[in-house]
């Protein structure tokens, strides 16, 4: 276990007086007290870095007006103490692709990105779904209508934008999903590691949807947890989330856990906490695509994975131009890809067998992948008829150059191959 505390709150009001310094000082000579007062108090717990206490909103971090001038030279300080007293500096920020609500690409994302990474140890993403900020949705996906696909997700926007059209779909709202964003963060933080900075990016899962219909209640007067009237989510959607963010995240947090994870609401007898224990073992992809151009298996990583008879549902284009759905199970699985590559410790990689003669597969298409008991699928789309596609496709999760998906070096100590079963 590690700890993290939350660092005193400073004003963006005080920030922006012409005259600052004074501010500054006082205020880094008070978190400079508390720092040395927790290192006598917590010597023998696992405290180990500090949280900036509010979200730092990645639309507004290259403006001019805005962590240049205001939080900049706040940032490095705080850094910089930090590291002399041993402790890692973290940031939560918001995914916002939202055109209506001055959101911004995921080159724009990943900008901001690379900025704050210059004044932390880590940057905490928030996913932006229960916020409206975002859209959890595929690729193939964007022309589709937002209220037939996610009705959640429409409500949530309506909550903010009353007038919007309930044939509006994903493309006329958002620039990008969700998944598009944290892997093109996930690349950034590599070019980054590649040039001496380093920086961990982790996934903060919003557990709320906002809207009043059904909200936990009472709102938390102690600070505790968030002081607005929400809707707590199901633990369905904190699936949804883990596929969405795919393998890109080093570790995935909730924050705000009272109320939103332990609230009960009319809805909602079991408060989500009792859902998350209850619901463990469910199997979730957070990623899928084939081995290469010349090994066509489809691999997955993701959580839960592990059982010999964990059965895969592949709906796949073949060269007549209709859709074929095989059953197949997985012979081939690095339990402990997480850990090997640096993410979420408990993500695991499976290679299945063939669900089609290639000779019968289209030379391009989508192909969907679920999960036997799983909540939701996973989607990629190939295409063998470009000169490149072996490199995008080993480049979309390996995110180290040349590296393949199958390791040669470092032996795994829970690499496991099993025989093929009926189905």
Not at 179 to 187: M, N, T
Not at 280 to 289: E, L, N, T, W, Y
Not at 352 to 378: I, M, W
Request: charged share 20%.
């Amino acid at each position: 276990m590690s700890v993290h505390f939350g660092l005193p709150r400073l004003s963006m009001t005080v920030l922006s007086v012409p005259n600052k310094d004074p501010v500054l000082l006082s205020y880094l000579l008070f978190v400079q007290r508390i720092i040395q007062s927790n290192n006598k108090k917590f010597k023998q717990y696992p405290l180990v870095g500090y949280f900036w206490s509010d979200d730092v909103m990645l639309p507004d971090v290259n403006k001019p007006t805005a962590l240049q001038t205001n939080y900049g030279k706040l940032f490095s300080e705080l850094h910089l103490l930090l590291h002399e007293n041993h402790k890692t500096f973290g940031l939560t920020s918001l995914v916002n692709t939202n055109k209506l609500l001055s959101g911004i690409p995921s080159t724009d994302h990943v900008k901001a990105f690379s900025t704050l990474a210059r004044f932390c140890d880590i940057i905490s993403v928030k996913d932006g779904q229960g916020s409206g900020t975002s859209g959890l949705f595929w690729v193939t996906q964007r022309s589709q209508v937002i209220s037939k696909a996610d009705p959640g997700l429409f409500a949530v926007l309506r909550e903010q934008l009353p007038v919007l059209s309930t044939n509006t779909t994903y493309e006329q709202v958002f620039w990008n999903s969700i998944s598009e964003v944290f892997d093109a963060l996930a690349d950034a933080r590599d070019a980054l590691q590649n040039k001496s900075v380093s920086v961990d990016l982790w996934l903060n899962i919003e557990v709320y949807d906002v809207l009043h219909t059904d909200p936990c209640l009472p709102v938390d007067e102690q600070a505790s947890g968030l002081d607005r009237m929400l809707n707590p989510i199901k633990k369905s959607r904190v699936d949804s989330v883990l596929t969405a963010a795919g393998t890109a995240p080093q570790k995935v947090v909730a924050m705000a856990w009272d109320p939103s994870f332990t609230c009960v609401t009319d809805s909602q007898p079991a408060p989500l906490r009792t859902q998350v224990r209850a619901d463990m073992g469910r199997p979730v992809i957070a990623h899928c695509s084939m081995h290469s151009s010349f090994n066509r298996s489809v691999v997955v990583i993701g959580y839960n994975l592990d059982g010999l008879q964990q059965m895969y549902t592949i709906d796949w284009p073949n060269a007549n131009g209709q859709r074929t759905k095989s059953n197949v199970y997985g012979y081939y699985f690095e339990l402990d890809w997480g850990s090997q590559h640096q993410r979420v410790p408990s993500l695991m990689y499976v290679q299945t067998f063939d669900p089609y003669d290639v000779t019968k597969l289209a030379p391009r298409g989508v192909v969907r992948v679920q999960a036997g008991n799983s909540y939701h699928a996973c989607v990629f789309e190939y295409d063998f008829t470009k000169a490149d596609d072996d490199n995008r496709l080993q480049k979309h999760e390996s995110r180290v150059a040349k590296k393949k998906y199958v390791r040669v070096k470092n032996e795994p100590y829970r690499r496991i191959e099993a025989q093929d079963s009926k189905f």
